[in-house]
C-alpha cells in the first residue's frame, strides 16, 4: 500500500536534496513516525505520518513504524492497534518495519551501564519534587544532588539492584551527569530510568525499571540507521541532549531537523486535552466524529486524499503558525464533491399531497448521481402523489427574496414537476404546519422537453410510499471558541451545539444500500456518511461530515468586526 508523494518543495526535502548532491550521505534514506502507544493519534500527528512517510518514498528509502512504548502506566495494545489501522487508513505501509522501543530494552540498558562505568551516570535517591528543587529555573543554575559522586561500583550494584526489583516505585532513579549549570535545563542532570512496577503490554513483568522518552528515543533512532529524524520544534532544545547521548555512547548519530507542529483554530491537539474529554463524557470516546482524531474524522466521513491533501496544502514550515480549520473542511469538501454521489434527503420532514396526482400512480424519474463525474451515469426516484419536503422550504409569510414554497407561490421539484401551494393544513390545538396541500404541472416533469416555463425556486423531496427512515447526526466544530487551547477552562469553550440528533429523517431509498463510512451529498445539505459504529441493518445512522459551504465564515467576520479595529 502507498500513496503519492506531496509535490510540495519545503526546507527538509531542500536539505536532503542538497546532501544528496554533495554526497554527504551515501545511505538511503530512512525516516520513522515514533508514536507514544498513549492515545489515538490525531489530525496533528497526520500531518508528520504524511511528512516520515513521504520523505521516505520520494528519495527511494523507507519509513520506520516505531511505537516509543516506555510508559507501560499509560500505554496500551488498544492504542497500538488503533494507531496501525490509522497510518494504513492513510495510506502507508512500514512493510516489515513495525519496531517498539521495548524491542530496545535490553541494549538501552547496556548503554545505561556504559555511562556509569564511564562516570557519566549515578543513581540518585531524591525524590522526583527534590529533584525538581534541584533542577533550577531559566535564570539559576541547578544544585548538585548529594547522591551525584557515588562511585562507579556503587553505582553499577545499585542500578542492577533497581533493575532485580529491589525498590519501590520512586525510590531511586538513574541520572546523567552532566552539567546543573548549564542555560539548557534538559543538560541538567536528567533521568534516564525510572522504577515502575507495572505490567507492560509487550514485555509483560520482565522489566521493573523503564526508560525515559529522552533516553530511549535518539538510541532508538541510532538503533534503527533512521538517516533523518524529523520531529517538532518542541524537540529542539532536547537535540543537544540527544547529541551527547550519541557522543559518550560513540554510536552513529542521526541527523535532526525540527519543525513546526499542525495547530488548528476550533481545535485541540493535546493527548491530555483529549483524554480529559473522553475522561469527562464531553464526548463518545476517542472516535467522536467529533473529535481531530484520525479514528474520528474517519468515522465522520473525511477521506485519506482530503486528509493527505490538507497536510501538502499547509506544507512544512519552521516557525509556529495557527491554520484555520476551514482550510481542513475545505480539503474533505473538494474531494467529496468529485467522488460522492448525489441523493435526496428530509432531514425535518413536512407532509406534502399533489391533489391532482392520481393517488395510484407512481413514476420512475431520472436522476443524475454526480454531475462532476459523468462516468457515475443516473439512478431512478419513484415519484407519487405524496411526498415529504423539507420543513425549511415553506414559510406561512416569506420574507423577501425567499424563492422556495408558500401559500399561492410556485417551485420546482428537484427532477420533476412544477407544482404550487394551495392549501395549509395545521395543528388546530398548536397552530404547527402539519401538511400541505399542492398541485402539480403535469407538462412541466425535468428532461421532458415540454414547457419552457421556469420558476426561480427548486427543492429536494422523498416519496412518502417509499421513502426510509433514519437518524441523521449533524456534526459542528466542538468548540466555540477559536482558540480553545488559550482558555482558561476548556470546558467553557465547548460548542453546545456541536451535535444535533435528527430522528425520523426520510431519505431516498437507494440510501438503504450505502455501506459504512460511504461518502454521499444529501442534495442541498452537505456531505454524510452511514455512521461505522452505530450502524445496523435494520437502523440507518447518518454522520454529517461536512455542510455544503462554510457556515461559520459569516460568524468569524462578525467577531473580528465586534472585536473592532486593531490598534
Not at 559522586?149 to 532485580?164: K, Q
Not at 519501590?168 to 535545563?185: F, Q
Not at 401551494?421 to 416533469?445: A, F, M, Q, S
Request: some cysteine; hydrophobic content about 35%.
Amino acid at each position: 500500500m502507498s500513496t503519492e508523494a506531496p509535490k510540495a518543495s519545503n526546507f527538509i526535502r531542500n536539505i536532503i536534496n542538497a546532501e544528496l548532491e554533495n554526497r554527504q550521505s551515501g545511505k538511503k534514506t530512512v525516516t520513522r513516525f515514533p508514536p507514544e502507544p498513549n492515545g489515538y493519534l490525531h489530525i496533528g500527528h497526520a500531518k508528520s505520518i504524511c511528512l516520515n512517510f513521504g520523505v521516505a518514498q520520494e528519495f527511494g528509502g523507507h519509513c520506520n513504524l516505531r511505537f516509543d512504548d516506555t510508559n507501560p502506566a499509560k500505554e496500551e495494545d488498544q492504542f497500538v492497534q488503533s494507531i496501525k489501522e490509522d497510518v494504513k487508513w492513510l495510506g502507508f505501509d512500514w512493510g516489515e518495519s513495525e519496531l517498539y522501543a521495548s524491542d530496545y530494552f535490553e541494549q538501552l540498558y547496556d548503554f545505561a551501564v556504559h555511562l556509569i562505568e564511564k562516570g557519566k551516570a549515578f543513581v540518585d535517591d531524591l525524590t522526583a519534587g527534590e529533584i525538581r528543587e534541584h533542577r533550577g529555573t531559566l535564570t539559576e543554575p541547578g544544585r548538585e544532588s548529594p547522591y551525584r559522586n557515588r562511585t562507579v561500583e556503587e553505582n553499577l550494584d545499585l542500578f542492577e539492584r533497581m533493575r532485580a526489583g529491589e525498590y519501590p516505585d520512586g525510590a531511586k532513579v538513574l541520572r546523567a551527569k552532566i552539567d546543573m549549570a548549564s542555560p539548557n535545563l534538559n543538560m541538567r542532570d536528567p533521568v534516564l530510568y525510572r522504577i515502575l512496577h507495572t505490567e507492560h503490554h509487550r514485555t509483560g513483568n520482565s522489566w521493573c525499571i523503564y526508560p525515559m522518552y529522552d533516553w530511549a528515543h535518539g538510541q532508538s533512532d541510532s538503533i534503527e540507521g533512521i538517516t533523518h529524524s524529523l520531529c517538532t520544534l518542541e524537540f529542539e532544545d532536547h537535540r543537544p541532549l540527544y547529541d551527547w547521548f550519541l557522543q559518550e555512547l560513540e554510536i552513529y548519530q542521526p541527523r535532526q531537523i525540527e519543525f513546526a507542529r499542525m495547530n488548528l483554530t476550533y481545535t485541540v491537539v493535546s493527548k491530555r486535552k483529549l483524554m480529559l474529554l473522553v475522561a469527562e463524557g464531553h464526548v463518545s470516546g476517542w472516535d467522536d466524529p467529533r473529535m481531530p482524531t484520525i479514528a474520528g474524522l474517519r468515522r465522520r466521513g473525511f477521506t485519506p486524499k482530503s486528509i493527505r491533501r490538507f497536510c501538502e496544502l499547509i506544507g512544512v514550515a519552521k516557525r509556529e503558525s495557527i491554520v484555520g480549520v476551514a482550510l481542513l473542511e475545505h480539503s474533505v469538501r473538494e474531494h467529496l464533491n468529485e467522488i460522492a454521489q448525489r441523493r435526496m434527503a428530509v432531514l425535518k420532514p413536512l407532509k406534502l399531497v399533489l391533489e391532482n396526482y392520481p393517488e395510484d400512480k407512481v413514476e420512475e424519474l431520472e436522476a443524475v448521481n454526480n454531475p462532476e463525474d459523468p462516468a457515475a451515469g443516473k439512478r431512478k426516484v419513484p415519484f407519487s402523489r405524496v411526498l415529504y419536503i423539507e420543513q425549511d422550504d415553506f414559510r406561512e409569510d416569506p420574507p423577501r427574496k425567499f424563492f422556495r414554497l408558500a401559500p399561492g407561490k410556485e417551485v420546482r421539484l428537484r427532477y420533476a414537476y412544477i407544482i404550487k401551494c394551495e392549501e395549509v393544513i395545521k395543528n388546530p390545538e398548536t397552530g404547527e404546519v402539519i401538511e400541505l396541500r399542492c398541485t402539480y404541472d403535469p407538462e412541466t416533469r425535468s428532461g421532458a422537453g415540454s414547457s419552457d416555463r421556469k420558476v426561480k425556486g427548486t427543492i429536494h423531496w422523498v416519496s412518502a410510499e417509499h421513502a426510509i427512515s433514519a437518524e441523521v447526526r449533524l456534526y459542528d466544530r466542538l468548540f466555540s471558541s477559536a482558540n480553545p487551547a488559550g482558555e482558561e477552562d476548556l470546558r467553557q469553550a465547548l460548542n453546545p451545539d456541536s451535535l444535533q440528533r435528527l430522528e425520523g429523517c426520510k431519505l431516498e431509498p437507494c440510501l438503504e444500500e450505502v455501506v459504512p463510512g460511504a461518502g454521499v451529498q444529501f442534495e442541498r445539505l452537505g456531505y454524510f456518511c452511514v455512521d461505522s459504529v452505530d450502524y445496523r441493518p435494520d437502523r440507518l445512522v447518518f454522520n454529517r461530515t461536512v455542510p455544503l459551504r462554510d457556515g461559520w465564515a459569516k460568524i468569524e467576520k462578525a467577531q473580528q468586526s465586534s472585536a473592532g479595529p486593531k490598534k
